[in-house]
């Protein structure tokens, strides 16, 4: 009851409470604060993938400047040589402004990183995004083989676009989804949504595509875990992700049993709507919130 209270007051809840709890799960406003993070998970075992926050942008300098960004997080991870890789958003570069536009910013990218034996991650967003974010995949494929996308097991869609992107063995993060979709477009109810992300697993790991399994679910870990075991997986076969200040001894634990496992670690001044969406779907969010808003938060 208080969690559900909390979660429709963030609103009118005053950024720096927001900010002050939303810290755990961010690197910093900076690439100097996410490259210091990410040198740090990578001493405790962990992979990363570093992200620069902000989304929805609306006008060609922004994306042009996230761009850029981009473009020098590859390169600091290869200064720093860092074990990490990139992850973005298509609406920072441009999507919701033009999709050529979109697409030329995201091609530079895929060049640099490229030139840098680097990977990029493109994020999947709320629904309205994804058909040309597969459109953009399938189109760059072709020519670049060094990014991957991310399929949410909430879509009802997303069993047919796997069956499409094994076809050419996409490398996939596999998470739940965590954008408000209505119930035609999306499955509203939790077990719905383990069932389906155990299908699509299975659908991804018996048709060859490398996976990212992005979840902090118990319930879909020891699936997933069971599976890998069962089937005798390889480690150059998947690997598993999860968020930067969310169940840091689970993810310790995985990484002492062996497996591969990756950070994902943004950072950067636009952390507002990302950090809300964190916090509406953390089970601990009103005792963080209530603490800080209480001055107890150390």
């Given at each position: 009851?208080?969690?559900?209270?909390?979660?429709?007051?963030?609103?009118?809840?005053?950024?720096?409470?927001?900010?002050?709890?939303?810290?755990?799960?961010?690197?910093?406003?900076?690439?100097?604060?996410?490259?210091?993070?990410?040198?740090?998970?990578?001493?405790?075992?962990?992979?990363?993938?570093?992200?620069?926050?902000?989304?929805?942008?609306?006008?060609?300098?922004?994306?042009?400047?996230?761009?850029?960004?981009?473009?020098?997080?590859?390169?600091?991870?290869?200064?720093?040589?860092?074990?990490?890789?990139?992850?973005?958003?298509?609406?920072?570069?441009?999507?919701?402004?033009?999709?050529?536009?979109?697409?030329?910013?995201?091609?530079?990218?895929?060049?640099?990183?490229?030139?840098?034996?680097?990977?990029?991650?493109?994020?999947?967003?709320?629904?309205?995004?994804?058909?040309?974010?597969?459109?953009?995949?399938?189109?760059?494929?072709?020519?670049?083989?060094?990014?991957?996308?991310?399929?949410?097991?909430?879509?009802?869609?997303?069993?047919?676009?796997?069956?499409?992107?094994?076809?050419?063995?996409?490398?996939?993060?596999?998470?739940?989804?965590?954008?408000?979709?209505?119930?035609?477009?999306?499955?509203?109810?939790?077990?719905?949504?383990?069932?389906?992300?155990?299908?699509?697993?299975?659908l991804l790991f018996e048709n060859g595509s490398y996976i990212g399994i992005a979840t902090h679910d118990d319930n879909l870990l020891n699936d997933a875990l069971s599976y890998i075991s069962t089937k005798k997986k390889k480690l150059d076969?998947?690997?598993?992700?999860?968020?930067?200040?969310?169940?840091?001894?689970?993810?310790?634990?995985?990484?002492?049993?062996?497996?591969?496992?990756?950070?994902?670690?943004?950072?950067?001044?636009?952390?507002?709507?990302?950090?809300?969406?964190?916090?509406?779907?953390?089970?601990?969010?009103?005792?963080?919130?209530?603490?800080?808003?209480?001055?107890?938060?150390?």
């Amino acid at each position: 009851m208080i969690n559900k209270i909390i979660t429709a007051s963030l609103p009118i809840i005053p950024k720096i409470i927001i900010g002050k709890v939303a810290s755990r799960y961010i690197a910093g406003d900076s690439l100097k604060t996410a490259v210091n993070t990410t040198e740090q998970l990578n001493k405790s075992g962990a992979l990363a993938t570093i992200d620069v926050l902000g989304e929805d942008i609306t006008s060609e300098e922004e994306a042009i400047n996230t761009t850029k960004e981009c473009e020098l997080v590859l390169k600091a991870i290869a200064e720093n040589k860092l074990n990490s890789n990139l992850s973005l958003k298509l609406t920072q570069l441009g999507l919701q402004i033009d999709y050529k536009f979109c697409r030329k910013n995201l091609v530079s990218i895929l060049k640099h990183a490229s030139r840098l034996n680097n990977f990029v991650r493109i994020d999947m967003e709320n629904h309205t995004c994804t058909d040309q974010t597969l459109e953009l995949y399938f189109d760059l494929n072709k020519t670049y083989k060094n990014f991957g996308v991310v399929i949410q097991s909430y879509l009802r869609r997303s069993e047919n676009d796997i069956k499409l992107l094994v076809k050419k063995k996409a490398n996939v993060r596999l998470c739940k989804g965590i954008y408000k979709e209505p119930p035609g477009i999306a499955f509203q109810s939790a077990d719905e949504i383990r069932e389906n992300y155990k299908l699509l697993l299975r659908l991804l790991f018996e048709n060859g595509s490398y996976i990212g399994i992005a979840t902090h679910d118990d319930n879909l870990l020891n699936d997933a875990l069971s599976y890998i075991s069962t089937k005798k997986k390889k480690l150059d076969q998947y690997e598993f992700q999860m968020l930067l200040g969310v169940r840091a001894e689970k993810r310790k634990s995985i990484i002492s049993d062996g497996h591969p496992l990756r950070v994902y670690t943004p950072y950067g001044k636009d952390w507002y709507a990302y950090s809300i969406r964190r916090l509406k779907e953390n089970p601990q969010m009103a005792f963080y919130i209530a603490k800080a808003f209480f001055g107890l938060e150390k």
